[in-house]
């Protein structure tokens, strides 16, 4: 075989390899991963099921009191956990918890857009089970009677409102942007 046929087939076979990758050259995955996403959904899922109801019927405030710790420190609420552990010691855990709640309510808007704190005291039954608690949120329930005080989870409304962050954390309706109240099992304008 001659010399310029052997250099045409080596060309040749060049040709058909491919690009090489450059030097460095790593693949990279673009969507996002599966597991970070299904962790962060279920985080979101616990905080909306406790701000509907799942703790409403718990009579015991320690019950409540470790699940929105938990919940804080996995959004990184940690400046409430201190009060949370004061609220529990407490003779009138009013403002301990008064204290917890913006740092709660930040963390949780901002990983899930559901204010914890603010969520869990006007969507459920937080007021009659433990008492009101002076914030923004809890301008927008009824005032809580002392001697008919009971929890009720049947009464939680079936959805999240939206929130007005400006406002404090006041649950508004998501199509009019109107205040509204958790009120026999619904939304209610205020």
């Known amino acids: 075989m001659s010399r310029s046929l052997l250099l045409l087939v080596a060309l040749a076979a060049t040709a058909c390899s491919g690009p090489a990758p450059p030097d460095h050259w790593t693949v990279e995955r673009q969507a996002p991963n599966v597991a970070d996403s299904a962790a962060g959904h279920t985080i979101c899922e616990e905080i909306e099921a406790l701000a509907l109801g799942s703790l409403a019927t718990e009579t015991d405030m320690g019950a409540a009191l470790d699940e929105l710790a938990r919940l804080g420190s996995f959004v990184g609420a940690t400046a409430a956990l201190p009060y949370l552990a004061a609220a529990r010691e407490a003779d009138d ?25 603010s969520a869990l005291y006007v969507a459920t039954s937080w007021a009659d089970c433990y008492g009101e608690v002076d914030i923004p949120a809890a301008s927008t329930i009824a005032t809580v009677d002392p001697t008919t005080q009971a929890c009720h989870a049947d009464e939680s409304p079936g959805f999240l409102p939206c929130w007005d962050i400006d406002g404090g954390y006041q649950p508004i309706d998501c199509r009019t942007g109107e205040t509204v109240r958790a009120q026999a099992g619904a939304w209610a304008a205020v």
């Not at 855990?93 to 704190?117: K, N, Q, R, T, V």
């Open 93 to 117: 855990p009013g403002p301990s918890l008064a204290a917890a709640a913006p740092d709660l309510d930040a963390a949780g808007h901002a990983e899930c857009e559901i204010p914890i704190f």
